[in-house]
């Protein structure tokens, strides 16, 4: 399932051929994903000129000249795919640029998404309005955190979870930035230190900025047809890890938090 490191290298590898190219074709080649297209999303991405690319939470953005930005989500298993040799059944978006690139939106179980958002009113669209900072944007520090959790009985595991307090965050970058940071998953939000927080904050943003290299090393293969998007591939530290050895000499351990497995070191993570 693409998290916020694949879909930031997705943004990536789309913007080097898509950002400031003229759209000279689009088709849906069905009518829906998980919802329908837009209506009017072929008229309005018809001759647009593509202004820009960006990322929010799990969200891709495409933005256009039409003072519209095209609103992706890969839901379970969608990624684009650039120049395929041949359109598959699964393409179910094609965007053709003036300079001749074909870039298909696959989606086999459509549970992805594309919207069309005015522009100047992305933070108001409802799934972005309740939004909690972005993890590698300038709103997550330790002092906003221990605001955001002040009170919070729930754990600090899924809190982190929660969109609302940090934004686009998926369960492997959590498990693995607490483990990082040293703090144990069952904790009371509310509870932890402040200094906790301040080991939490860079945690979070090195597990993603190393999720982000690792798919951006692979953005070669990204641009093939048969190429997945640059799932992060590398080892874990406590993710997946059940019964096997921390670095400490303990075992990892999983335990279950909000109907999702949570791993960790009990030695290490206090
Ligand atoms: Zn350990």
Known sequence: MPELPEVETTVRGLARVLDGALIVHAETRRRDLRRPF?????????????????????????????????VFHLGM???WRIDPDELGKHDHLVLETGSGHVLALCDPRRFGSVDLVESAALD????????????LGPGLAAQYLRAALAGRAASIKLMLLDQRIVAGLGNIYVCEALFRAKIDPRKAAGLVSLPALKRMVPAIRSVLEEAIAAGGSSLRDYAQPSGELGYF??????????????RCGGAVARIVQGGRSTWFCPECQK
Not at 124 to 135: D, N, R, T
Not at 233 to 246: L, N, S, T, W
Request: glycine fraction near 12%.
């Open 124 to 135: 108001q669209w409802p799934p972005f309005a309740a939004l909690g900072p972005e993890p």
């Open 77 to 79: 298993s969608g990624r």
């Open 233 to 246: 591939a590398k080892q874990f530290d406590v993710y997946g890890r059940e019964g096997e050895a921390c």
């Open 38 to 70: 837009p209506v009017d999303l072929v008229q309005t991405l018809t001759r647009a000129t593509v202004t820009g690319l960006g990322r929010r939470a799990k969200y891709g953005l495409i933005h256009t000249d039409r003072e519209r930005t095209l």
